[in-house]
């Protein structure tokens, strides 16, 4: 069973790489989703470490922390990747260097098989992207293919859409006029 709109996130606990905590044994904690209940929470797919598409992703996502963390929207990312290849791409990466939310780690796969990204064959994830609620209800869902890099900004306005809780029309900013 995968994840769906308007049912309950599955739920996961897995090894998260934490570039902002200092010293090498606090960089890696486990993380469940349960332990955001409460908030919002942003979660998205990418491939594969040491790529090219990717860091364009995370760290587009990684500018708009702030943004995210003022909807109260926790942003976290995963891949199949283990924390130590995390840790070792944004040792690497100057762009990455300075990462401010999590990356998880989906050795095992379950955790892009539970969300319905995972592409068996290739052991990698397509470029998903879920909104789960602060109840832990998945609100919004988008799949992209592999070569096609997402767009930060609609996620936001997604997610501005779905905090206002009235029907929003199409091209909708925050700001503008819901629909009675």
Not at 7 to 31: L, W
Request: charged content about 25%.
């Amino acid at each position: 069973m995968s994840a769906t709109v308007g049912q309950v996130a599955p739920d996961f606990s897995v090894q998260a790489y934490d570039r902002t905590k200092d010293g090498t044994d606090q960089q890696f904690s486990q993380v469940k989703l349960s332990d955001f209940k409460g908030k919002w929470v942003c979660l998205y797919f990418y491939p594969l470490d040491f790529t090219f598409v990717c860091p364009t992703e995370i760290v587009a996502f990684d500018d708009a922390v702030g943004e995210f963390n003022s909807r109260n929207c926790v942003l976290l990312t995963a891949s199949t990747d283990s924390v130590y290849s995390h840790k070792g791409w944004c040792d690497s990466h100057p762009d990455l260097a300075k990462l401010k939310h999590l990356m998880l780690a989906d050795t095992n796969h379950k955790l892009s098989c539970d969300y319905g990204v995972l592409i068996e064959e290739q052991g990698i994830a397509y470029r998903g992207i879920f909104l789960i609620s602060p109840e832990g209800i998945v609100r919004y869902l988008a799949i992209h293919d592999l070569p096609v890099g997402r767009n930060v900004e609609e996620a936001l306005r997604v997610l501005d859409a779905l905090q206002t809780d009235k029907l929003v029309p199409c091209n909708w900013k925050k700001g503008g006029k819901t629909l009675n």
